[in-house]
């Protein structure tokens, strides 16, 4: 079974600019979070979905948004991009939601660089 | 002061030895997770408890919910065993779930 894919791996954009991340979960997975990794800050919990709602968000500002389609792929998008969102974007996925103690499958990351 | 605290932050020892990190947090929890991180930034979960220990080959979780603490040990450490170790504990405030992470803790495990 092919694992959580991530695309694109590496990315630089431009202060100002926004950028929309992708998510493929584990086949049959309806579950997905993600998540933001900084030197300063480490993990952070960006927000959950789950059969195309989103059932958890963490403490970030509006402009980091998500959504899930039908088929579990889910796409977070960042607008107005600052230097402090460079980071390492991490999604995962897991059968159902994470509050039931579904075990988490994480994809290899995003590496975002704003300029 | 973090909801979560891991220590040591690093860690450097050699091939054989015992592992232990350590993990407190702050609020009552319905989970507690241990994250494995290897350089290049892959993340894989080793264990979720939510009470008593768990076991998978040379690694063992435990943790005591009285004392909001827990720990994660690995027996004959190896090389392939260096890496960041996070701890992250799930909690549900005001009706929402809440994932906190800790700082990690770097092994570095000489051979």
């Known amino acids: 079974k092919a694992g959580v894919t991530q695309t694109p791996r590496y990315l630089i954009k431009t202060r100002g600019q926004q950028v929309t991340l992708s998510c493929s979960p584990i086949s049959g997975h309806r579950s997905v979070s993600w998540y933001q990794q900084t030197p300063g800050q480490g993990l952070q919990f960006l927000f959950e979905y789950f059969s195309e709602t989103q059932r958890n968000k963490g403490n970030f500002p509006g402009r980091f948004s998500g959504r899930q389609f039908s088929n579990s792929r889910s796409e977070m998008n960042v607008s107005t991009l600052e230097l402090g969102d460079s980071a390492l974007y991490l999604c995962?996925?897991?059968?159902?939601?994470?509050?039931?103690?579904?075990?988490?499958?994480f994809g290899p990351g995003t590496r975002l660089t704003v300029t | 002061k973090n909801e979560v605290e891991q220590s040591p932050q690093n860690l450097t020892a050699q091939e054989g030895e015992f592992i232990t990190i350590n993990c407190s947090y702050s609020v009552g929890i319905s989970a507690l997770h241990w994250l494995q991180q290897h350089p290049g930034g892959g993340i894989v979960s080793l264990f979720m408890l939510s009470s008593g220990k768990k076991k998978h080959g040379r690694l063992i979780a435990t943790i005591n919910i009285q004392e909001k603490h827990s720990s994660l040990h690995i027996t004959a450490s190896h090389p392939r065993d260096s890496a960041v170790y996070i701890c992250a504990v799930r909690y549900v405030i005001q009706g929402a779930q809440k994932l906190v992470f800790g700082q990690g803790t770097r092994l570095t495990i000489n051979p």
């Open positions: 995962a996925s897991s059968l159902g939601p994470t509050g039931q103690s579904y075990e988490q499958y």
